[in-house]
Nanobody, 124 residues
Framework: VQLQASGGGLVQPGGSLTLSCAAS????????VAWFRQAPGKEREGVSY???????YYVDSVRGRFTIFRDNAKNTVYLQMVSLKPEDTAVYFC???????????????????WGQGTQVTVSS
């Protein structure tokens, strides 16, 4: 069982990146998937969540700029990020939750599996 997060990199302010969270050994569509991020010296925060029945949630700071979506055929969830800002700089993690409920999606303790993280740096 593994979650593999990828797609991070260095991008200028206003630029775009798309992160991927690929699963092996289980089916992502059997649960909900969240993206978290952690900047240096800060707590890990939930950024976006797609529930098992495809309801979508965003933290206010990224709403309108980030889009989460699934490709079930590829067993992958993506986070498309546009209009990136320096404050988006962080290590981004994906995580999987086996239930239906979207309550408390920003609580990291509810997730069963975690990806290893991918660095996103927004800088000129």
């Amino acid at each position: 069982v593994q979650l593999q997060a990828s797609g991070g990199g260095l991008v200028q302010p206003g630029g775009s990146l798309t992160l991927s969270c690929a699963a092996s050994g289980f089916t992502l569509a059997d649960g909900g998937v969240a993206w978290f991020r952690q900047a240096p010296g800060k707590e890990r925060e939930g950024v976006s969540y797609i529930s098992r029945d495809n309801f979508i949630y965003y933290v206010d700071s990224v709403r309108g700029r980030f889009t989460i979506f699934r490709d079930n055929a590829k067993n992958t969830v993506y986070l498309q990020m546009v209009s990136l800002k320096p404050e988006d700089t962080a290590v981004y993690f994906c995580a999987w939750y086996s239930g239906y409920s979207a309550d408390a999606w920003r609580q990291s303790s509810r997730y069963t599996y975690w990806g290893q993280g991918t660095q996103v740096t927004v800088s000129s």
